[in-house]
């Protein structure tokens, strides 16, 4: 059987169909950074939504088209938020990746994350040391963050060499990019060619942007500049997705 390798033209094909369709993300968010990923959603073309109310979350849910989980903040309430979000984007079918933010300071907040990827996400997401307590995850697209992101399934592994040193300067970046991740995966059913599309994408954006920053506090707006404004040409020319 053929593998299917993610390419800088499907990401750009990814990125049109997003901002044709404009898919809705429902983000359970690091307090800290809903809006820049609000805003982060909104210029690539997506539909985000918020609300962490108990009273609300099922029915925000059920209109999504993906569902994003971020761990920062966790409270009693939120927990039991998301155990609920995630049984309703389950049932419906519908793709969720959770991004296990700071698991590797928090006992309990480890424990919490891996009762979630019990629960079968379609993607995990951290960074080095955070992905190395969460250790390898089975029928999981799984993402570990850093200068090089390296993504991987059960039979593709590929990595995406695009951003810039700024990015790990400006609060939620990541998290933003956990955001196009799920919008991504809205339009593309290859969770893995998804995820490479939107590393792909926030990574060209960043490189772009720092042309015209003068550092991290003038490269947040920047960046979103260039998220609005990236090209179908500025991906497949610029995105550097290879194949492990």
């Known amino acids: 059987m053929t593998r299917t390798y993610p390419t800088a033209t499907k990401a750009a094909d990814i990125l049109e169909r997003v901002r044709n369709t404009r898919p809705r993300v429902h983000c359970l968010m690091n307090t800290v950074v809903q809006k820049f990923t609000a805003d982060g959603i909104t210029v690539v073309g997506g539909i985000p939504s918020m609300t962490t109310s108990l009273e609300e979350i099922e029915s925000f849910v059920a209109k999504a088209d993906a569902l994003t ?20 984007a389950n049932a419906s079918g519908k ?29 995990v997401r951290g960074n080095h040391a955070e992905m190395s307590l969460i250790g390898d995850v089975s029928d999981v697209v799984r993402i570990e963050t850093g200068p090089v992101d390296h993504l991987g399934d059960t039979t593709r592994s590929v990595r995406i060499v695009n951003g810039h040193p700024w990015m790990a300067k400006v609060t939620g970046t ?11 995966m809205a339009v593309e059913k290859d969770a893995l060619t998804a995820a490479a599309a939107a590393l792909a994408v926030t990574g060209v954006s960043a490189e772009l942007a720092a042309k015209h920053a003068g550092g991290p506090g003038t490269f947040e707006p ?11 040409g500025d991906v497949t020319n610029h995105a550097r997705i290879e194949h492990e």
């Open 69 to 88: 989980v971020n761990l920062g903040t966790l409270d009693a309430e939120r927990r039991k938020v998301i155990r609920l979000a995630i049984e309703i």
């Open 95 to 123: 793709p969720w990746i959770v991004d296990p933010v700071h698991c590797d300071y928090s006992p309990t907040r480890l424990e919490f994350a891996r009762e979630l990827i019990a629960l079968s996400p379609t993607i």
């Open 174 to 184: 990541g998290c933003l990019s956990g955001g196009v991740i799920a919008a991504f």
């Open 222 to 232: 920047a960046f979103l500049d260039a998220l609005s404004e990236i090209s179908a």
